[in-house]
């Protein structure tokens, strides 16, 4: 049984394939196109799922998409028809997309796979809620997702059990906790549907002087954790910016261009927000307690990707165990609907629990040294443990080193497939590495990845946190690891097992065994405004246009000395990149 899911057209396009029941491979169209969010029809993510799972579109079973465009089409036209003229300007921007693209998704699928088989369609918040539940290690489980819209719906609630999902408490469009974070977003001067986690790094430098403000004069709360908002002061109900005047006089100014200087200001706005975020989510979730009394919580959803509201949920609600997949945003999408076919629709019995984000293609110590010998690049190749010993050292004498290993991460988070890695106690590494490296923001934080048996030793966390979608504090003894801890004590933690992970768990028993140290520095493999590397090439380029010393392939390690004559040649390597 072949299920291929598919999620795109809005933002963070992707495909997933679950062949019996196993979720073969995954991946965001964005990587393989290199244009971040990439959210056109993910056709190179499609050709690699079919190419992992040895098939072609002829053996597919079922084709699912990850919602339903009808509906969505209806909210859309409502809601302009219900502001204009307002609306008007918007109406004709979005219109012949639709026109063109988004009405036509089962005639473009046939086109595209050459398929005849069945396309099958589920809500946008059902696919959440599948991506979810139906990979968890849960057979019973609350269920809850929070995005910035669907179809109509923004926020749900429910209750798995076994193969079946029931949600039974809905927020509808424009009252929206995803999209009231993508307001201040946009009113802050970051990037909607992009930078929202910029704004949580950003909220711990800031006090949350407007916390009331945005609760009693943006939003009505309810104690459930429900709300409505204040639609005076928002435009994306009807135009092409987030926010209006109304909104810009309520805090006093106008908002934050792109790329000018961050005031202290920006930062209260900021922690005011996550506040408010942490708030509603502790409260839905202590509603949804309430009704289920269940021990187990699984998140969706965009707003899911949010680890300081999902540690809140675990510290201030009875929850003792939360799952929350490593692609919760609109890419889980597609093994949302694939699973939604697969357990709920034909009702197999659920095969697959979600141990890691290491879904995506990998490359050969064969095709990794033929790229780097047909663009003639200089490089040693070491035995593991040689790599691993070298690698460490290196690490020791605080030089940066690009990892490129096995089959490239699911989602945002790099988890030590595509990562930049640094040594955590150095201080200076916070900003070399965001300044020199990443060429990002000085206050955007760097998320530690430890030893998972050596995790409670450093930070107040137990068990496991293998996504990055979780903080936990700094133990107050253990502040050795400044470049990682940010300016409240608090750390994005990624814990790193043998079972999931042997060959960068074995590098950071290295490090650990040369340093006393079992944390790094572990960033994601690209630089601003570029999606993570998924190839050689990706990463050779990548690598060459920073400040990195080091870059590790496979067996191969690479040496920045050793390349000073290369930069000019980095237009030509667009041609030699191999089949």
Request: charge should be negative; charged fraction near 25%.
């Amino acid at each position: 049984m072949n299920i291929l899911g598919i999620s795109c057209y809005y933002h963070d396009a992707a495909a997933a394939l679950v062949q019996d029941g196993q979720l073969i491979a995954a991946a965001q169209e964005e990587r393989f196109t290199r244009k971040k969010h990439d959210q056109n029809f993910p056709r190179h993510a499609i050709t690699y799922c079919l190419q992992q799972a040895g098939i072609s579109s002829q053996d597919l079973d079922y084709v699912g998409f990850y919602d339903k465009p009808m509906l969505k089409f209806e909210r859309i036209l409502y809601t302009y028809f219900a502001t204009f003229p307002k609306s008007l300007p918007s109406f004709l921007k979005a219109m012949p997309v639709w026109l063109k693209h988004k009405l036509w998704i089962p005639q473009e699928i046939r086109e595209e796979l050459e398929y005849e088989g069945p396309i099958l369609f589920s809500e946008h918040h059902q696919s959440h809620a599948a991506s979810a539940f139906l990979l968890s290690p849960f057979d019973h489980a609350a269920i809850l997702t929070i995005d910035g819209v669907g179809e109509w719906e923004t926020t749900t609630a429910g209750v798995g059990e076994g193969n079946e999902i029931r949600l039974h408490r809905r927020m509808h469009f424009p009252h929206s906790l995803g999209l009231l974070y993508s307001a201040f977003t946009y009113y802050l001067g970051f990037k909607v549907n992009s930078a929202e986690y910029k704004v949580m790094g950003l909220a711990p430098y800031g006090k949350p002087l407007y916390y009331e403000t945005i609760m009693e004069e943006l939003l009505r709360v309810k104690s459930d954790g429900s709300f409505k908002m204040h639609m005076k002061y928002f435009g994306y109900d009807y135009g092409l910016t987030m926010t209006n005047k109304r909104f810009d006089r309520l805090l006093g100014r106008p908002p934050r261009l792109p790329e000018s200087k961050l005031e202290q200001f920006h930062m209260d706005v900021a922690a005011s927000l996550q506040k408010a975020t942490d708030e509603i989510m502790v409260r839905l979730a202590n509603d949804l307690h309430r009704e289920t009394q269940s021990d187990n919580l699984c998140l969706a959803g965009g707003v899911a990707l949010n680890c300081v509201a999902n540690s809140k949920i675990l510290e201030k609600t009875p929850f003792k165990n939360i799952f929350i997949q490593p692609a919760a945003g609109d890419a889980g999408g597609a093994v949302g609907v694939a699973y939604h076919i697969e357990n709920s629709v034909l009702g197999k019995k659920r095969r697959f629990v979600w141990q890691d984000a290491f879904l995506g293609p990998e490359f050969s110590d064969e095709e990794i040294e033929a790229y780097l010998d047909a663009s003639s690049i200089p490089f040693r190749r070491l035995s593991e443990s040689e790599l691993l010993q070298e690698t460490a050292r290196l690490l020791t004498e605080q030089n940066v080193i690009g990892w490129f290993q096995g089959r490239m991460e699911w989602g945002p988070r790099a988890l030590g497939n595509r990562s930049i890695l640094a040594d955590a106690r150095n201080p200076e590494n916070q900003s070399v590495v965001n300044l020199k490296i990443k060429f990002r923001e000085s206050f955007r934080p760097f998320a530690p990845a430890i030893l998972e048996e050596r995790v409670s030793e450093y930070f107040t966390w137990e068990g496991k946190s293998p996504f990055m979608l979780f903080t936990a504090q700094v133990r107050e003894d253990r502040r050795t690891i400044p470049a990682v801890t940010h300016v409240d004590g608090s750390a994005r933690l990624q814990t790193v097992s043998a079972e999931e992970n042997r060959l960068f768990h074995g590098l950071l028993k290295e490090f650990e065994r040369q340093t006393n140290c079992p944390v790094l520095i572990n960033t994601s493999f690209n630089v601003r405004g570029e999606p993570i590397v998924c190839t050689p090439h990706d990463a050779f380029q990548c690598f060459m246009r920073t400040n990195m010393e080091y870059l590790v392939m496979g067996s191969f390690l690479l040496d920045k000395k050793g390349l000073e004559g290369m930069t000019s040649y980095l237009l030509e390597l667009e041609q030699v990149e191999p089949d």
